[in-house]
Nanobody
Framework: VQLQACGGGLVQAGGSLRLSCVAS?????MGWFRQAPGKEREFVIA????????YSADSVKGRFTISRDNAKNTVYLQMNSLKPDDTAVYYC??????????????????WGQGTQVTVSS
């Protein structure tokens, strides 16, 4: 399984970005994580393989949404009202076994290469 993430960039605080992640192979539960310099990788948001359930970290609720188009094997992360604290490398990940452990990086077997998001104040 290969995951290809794109869509990162530089944006001013209050702005928006949309990240995409294209996956090869089967349809999986998918998540987005992020990692800022000097910090651990943290959960951002996830979506079930059918797209009928989503889960998000408290820090992004009301600002970030996740969606998917299984016909295109693509998951989207829409980020609105961005803050400087959102600056990080964002990674998409696939949970091959459907563990339901949305928040744990260890539940995800496949990872994309990461895309940088920088929010300026």
């Amino acid at each position: 399984v290969q995951l290809q993430a794109c869509g990162g960039g530089l944006v001013q605080a209050g702005g928006s970005l949309r990240l995409s992640c294209v996956a090869s192979g089967r349809t999986y539960d998918m998540g987005w994580f992020r990692q800022a310099p000097g910090k651990e990788r943290e959960f951002v948001i996830a979506i079930s393989w059918r797209g009928d359930n989503t889960y998000s970290a408290d820090s992004v609720k009301g600002r970030f949404t996740i969606s998917r188009d299984n016909a295109k094997n693509t998951v989207y992360l829409q980020m609105n009202s961005l803050k400087p604290d959102d600056t990080a490398v964002y990674y998409c990940a696939a949970d091959r076994d459907g563990s339901g452990l949305w928040y744990s990086p260890r539940a995800y077997e496949y990872w994309g290469q990461g895309t940088q998001v920088t929010v300026s104040s």
